[in-house]
C-alpha cells in the first residue's frame, strides 16, 4: 500500500542511504591522515558545531568518549565567552559545518590557529572559510538535501554523523578496544547487562554454601538454609569442588535422609562456570540445564569454587 506519507518517507530515506554510498566511494587519503591527526593527539578531540552540526558534533563526542578516544562537546558560541580555556594545546579540535561558514566557529578556530592545536574539519566547501583553515578536511558530497527544498539538514547531517562513527570506529580498531574495554565505560542500561562477567555476579568468601564431603545431611541442610541459595556445594579435603547438592538430589533421597552424609546425596563433577565468562553464558547454561545455580571455578587447575552465581542474579541486572 503507498500513501503520499509513504513515498515521502521512502524517497527520503533512498536519498540518504544513496549519499551514504556516495560517501563511502569518495573516502580518498585525507581519512587516513584524519586518523594520523587524532591518534597523535596527546590530548582529547574537541568536537564542535553549531545548530544541527552541533547535535551531530556532540552524538561523534560521545561516541568517540565510550570507544576509548577522550573527545568532548564545546558549544562555539560558550567558547567565545570563556569555554576556550576548556581546550588545550595537547588537544586537536574536530569542527564541523557544512557550509563552513558558520560564523560562530570563528573564535574557536583562531584559538587553535594561535595556539597551534590541529584542526580538523568536515564540510562540504573546501574552500570555505574554514576548509581553509583545517589542517585536514573531511569533505562531504554536495548533493543536496533530502527535504527536496535545499533548507533542511537531512542528508548532509546523515553522512556527518555516518562519517564520525567511522572515525570512532576506526580509532577503536586501531586501539584493539575490547568488549571488555567497552563495558568499562558502559556499565549501566542493557549494554552494561550484556557485557557482565560471571564474577560481577556471583556470590563469594563466607556468602558460598560449603561442605565436607563427611558432613551429615542435617549439617548440610542448616548450610542450605542459612545461606539460602537452595544448593550447597561439596568440597573435598583439598578444597575442590567434588559435588552439589541440589532440591532434586535431597528429593531422591528423602528416605532415610538424615541418616546419610554429603557425600551419599551430593552430584558429582557438577557443571560449572569460570569467573571471567559473560553472565549471558551462565544465564544460557542455567536455562538449557534447567538448574537455578551454577558454581564458579578457576578456568584452569583443579576446580577450587570461587563462587556462586544464581539465575535470580541475572535477572536483577536485565538479563534473561
Not at 1 to 26: C, H, N, Q, Y
Not at 135 to 142: C, E, G, I, K, M
Request: one cysteine or more.
Amino acid at each position: 500500500m503507498s500513501t503520499p506519507f509513504l513515498d515521502t518517507a521512502r524517497r527520503v530515506i533512498r536519498k540518504e542511504a544513496d549519499a551514504l554510498t556516495t560517501l563511502a566511494d569518495g573516502l580518498d587519503a585525507r581519512f587516513r591522515d584524519a586518523i594520523d591527526l587524532l591518534l597523535n593527539s596527546k590530548g582529547r578531540v574537541i568536537v564542535t558545531g553549531i545548530g544541527k552540526s552541533g547535535h551531530i558534533a556532540r552524538k561523534i563526542a560521545a561516541t568517540m568518549a565510550s570507544t576509548g578516544t577522550p573527545a568532548q562537546f564545546v558549544h562555539p558560541a560558550e567558547a567565545s565567552h570563556g569555554d576556550l580555556g576548556m581546550i588545550t594545546s595537547a588537544d586537536v579540535v574536530l569542527a564541523i559545518s557544512n557550509s563552513g561558514e558558520a560564523p560562530e566557529l570563528a573564535n574557536l578556530v583562531i584559538y587553535a590557529k594561535r595556539f597551534s592545536i590541529p584542526l580538523l574539519g568536515i564540510t562540504s566547501v573546501e574552500t570555505s572559510s574554514l576548509g581553509r583553515e583545517c589542517d585536514v578536511v573531511l569533505l562531504l558530497p554536495r548533493l543536496g538535501e533530502a527535504c527536496g527544498t535545499g533548507v533542511v539538514p537531512s542528508s548532509s547531517t546523515t553522512m556527518t554523523l555516518a562519517l564520525g562513527d567511522a572515525l570512532a570506529i576506526a580509532l577503536m580498531e586501531h586501539r584493539a578496544f575490547t568488549p571488555e574495554n567497552f563495558r568499562d565505560f558502559h556499565p549501566g542500561g542493557k549494554l552494561g547487562a550484556q557485557l557482565s562477567r560471571v564474577s560481577d555476579l556471583m556470590h563469594s568468601g563466607d556468602d558460598m554454601p560449603l561442605v565436607a564431603p563427611d558432613t551429615p545431611m542435617s549439617d548440610a541442610l542448616i548450610e542450605i538454609s542459612q545461606k539460602s541459595f537452595g544448593v550447597v556445594g561439596v568440597a573435598d579435603a583439598d578444597g575442590h569442588l567434588a559435588g552439589i547438592i541440589t532440591d532434586g538430589d535431597l528429593r531422591r533421597h528423602m528416605d532415610g535422609l538424615l541418616s546419610l552424609s554429603a557425600k551419599d546425596v551430593m552430584t558429582a563433577s557438577p557443571v560449572t562456570i569460570e569467573p571471567g565468562a559473560l553472565a549471558e553464558k551462565a544465564v544460557a547454561m542455567m536455562q538449557a540445564r534447567k538448574i537455578t545455580s551454577l558454581f564458579v571455578v578457576a578456568a584452569d587447575g583443579p576446580p577450587k569454587p570461587l563462587g556462586l552465581i544464581r539465575i535470580h542474579d541475572c535477572l536483577r541486572v536485565g538479563l534473561g
